[in-house]
T-cell receptor, first 114, second 112 residues
């Protein structure tokens, strides 16, 4: 029973490039959450998705960031035209219900922007 | 404006002793509180939770206390073990989707 799978574990991008982060939830989970952790800070909520729907994107920056969770395949967090301030650890979490409370987290993707 | 604050970035405790991690929150409407533990290069893992109708919840060596009047949450680990060394985050569930708002974390080091 695999946990939440995120890839890649590490992603290096130059300023202006695009970053794509993937997340496969735990088996049987249809609710996905993305969180971002900046250095020396706690995790910050970004977006909550169900299959084919964005439920709450109140934590997403207004520009350059988008997320999807298609009917088939993993959830994708996409960052266009990355800047140095996007360097962070990005964690995906899933839950069987949409309460968002007891979440199961992946190991994260460490994004480094040069 | 931090809604959840962990004012101690680090804590060192001797093995076998009690570890007490603290957390303060600002919004009296919060009604569900959680603690997560995080090892390096891993995602956070759920540890223990408490709803606002209780003031204590216990699970083995871990006990969470909630003081609603003081808007204060604490996690007690007793006896502490070296394997407990990790970053501990408190979190509150809020918003229509009950998404988690995390504190900045406390690095616990349990010395053998």
């Amino acid at each position: 029973n695999a946990g939440v799978m995120q890839n890649p574990r590490h992603l290096v991008r130059r300023r202006g490039q695009e970053a794509r982060l993937r997340c496969s939830p735990m088996k049987g989970h249809s609710h996905v959450y993305w969180y971002r952790q900046l250095p020396e800070e706690g995790l910050k909520f970004m977006v909550y998705l169900q299959k084919e729907n964005i439920i709450d994107e109140s934590g997403m920056p207004k520009e350059r960031f988008s997320a999807e969770f298609p009917k088939e395949g993993p959830s994708i967090l996409r960052i266009q035209q990355v800047v140095r301030g996007d360097s962070a650890a990005y964690f995906c979490a899933s839950s069987p219900q949409g309460t968002g409370e007891k979440l199961f987290f992946g190991s994260g993707t460490q994004l480094s922007v040069l | 404006d931090q809604q959840v604050k962990q004012n101690s970035p680090s804590l060192s405790v001797q093995e076998g002793r009690i570890s007490i991690l603290n957390c303060d929150y600002t919004n009296s409407m919060f009604d569900y509180f959680l603690w997560y533990k995080k090892y390096p290069a891993e995602g956070p893992t759920f540890l223990i939770s408490i709803s606002s109708i209780k003031d204590k919840n216990e699970d083995g060596r871990f006990t969470v206390f909630l003081n609603k009047s003081a808007k204060h949450l604490s996690l007690h680990i007793v006896p502490s073990q070296p394997g407990d060394s990790a970053v501990y985050f408190c979190a509150v569930a809020s918003g229509s989707a009950r998404q988690l708002t995390f504190g900045s974390g406390t690095q616990l080091t349990v010395l053998p």
